[in-house]
């Protein structure tokens, strides 16, 4: 049966869900209105192509009746509810309009909470996407320069298991990583410990759109966004004209740090991706997994 939430309890929802929103993505919103690139920060709008407007709607997920919700009626992936003008996320429809998509997204969620995280890679997929090239991604200076950048990646082990990283190493680096990674067995190599597999809950959820709840999407926003932070912070570049301060991975110290980092992430990771399957798919098939 759905659960029911009357229409003053939802639209309050909705309300504190758009001004949590809307506190998340100020300052993002502040610099594109100014035409004004972040190299840190961008990307969570930019690789994820999930805006503002879309992050600020709320949602109540899977199986929640809205009452006095008629405006609903004609989103996508919405059902007509038990009483007049009341709605609900439909997670069956979902399922046969994008079988292939529902089955991916549970197939990454389940697999990669199934695993053990790994916790070797130091963050070397953003020295990899470097490694022995005249140009890169991102037009700021290296902080080791080109020949120290390449000395710390050919003094490591590559570690990489997103394949969604490791597509952008170099030619030379690709061989350096312990797996050839392909997009079809990706939910082969995804693990818990990895920074993207943890940023890219925040994708899985935009996937399913109203069928997670508006809480659960903005904390998987949240974990994305500390984790992005991180991710810079080890990578090669210098990022101090943006006031980011460096986790030197090539040094004893600034592995350690990541590690410590990663690992907390880790468990903010596992618990998004319970919730998630929880939200979307029920407390018994979660139990089942």
Not at 233 to 252: C, G, K, R
């Amino acid at each position: 049966m759905p659960l029911p939430l009357d229409e003053v309890d939802w639209r309050a929802r909705e309300h504190a869900h758009q001004e949590r929103a809307d506190a998340l993505t100020v300052e993002h919103r502040s610099r594109a209105a100014a035409g004004e690139k972040h190299p840190v920060w961008d990307f969570l709008f930019t690789y994820y192509s999930y805006k503002p407007a879309q992050l600020r709607r709320w949602h109540p997920g899977a199986g929640v009746e809205l009452a006095g919700a008629p405006e609903r009626a004609g989103w996508r992936w919405y059902a007509e509810g038990s009483a007049p003008d009341s709605v609900v996320p439909d997670a069956p429809a979902f399922a046969r309009e994008k079988p292939e998509l529902a089955g991916l997204v549970e197939r990454m969620l389940r697999r990669t909470a199934s695993r053990p995280g790994q916790f070797g890679c130091f963050g070397l997929h953003e020295w990899a996407m470097v490694y022995q090239a005249d140009e890169h991604r991102h037009p700021v200076p290296l902080r080791l320069g080109r020949e120290g950048t390449d000395a710390v990646v050919e003094a490591h082990d590559l570690r990489c298991t997103h394949f969604d990283a490791f597509r952008f190493f170099t030619p030379e680096a690709v061989p350096l990583n312990r797996s050839a990674l392909t997009r079809e067995e990706q939910p082969l190599f995804e693990q818990p410990g990895c920074l993207h597999a943890g940023m890219d809950l925040y994708k899985w959820a935009t996937k399913l759109g109203p069928l997670v709840p508006g809480d659960l999407l903005l904390d998987a926003f949240e974990l994305a966004r500390d984790i992005r932070l991180l991710d810079m912070q080890a990578a090669p570049y210098d990022l101090s004209a943006w006031n980011v301060e460096p986790v030197p991975i090539e040094t004893s110290e600034g592995k350690a740090e990541y590690v410590r980092r990663q690992r907390v992430f880790a468990d903010r990771g596992a618990a998004l991706r319970t919730a998630l399957l929880d939200a979307w798919l029920g407390d018994a098939e979660t139990a089942a997994a």
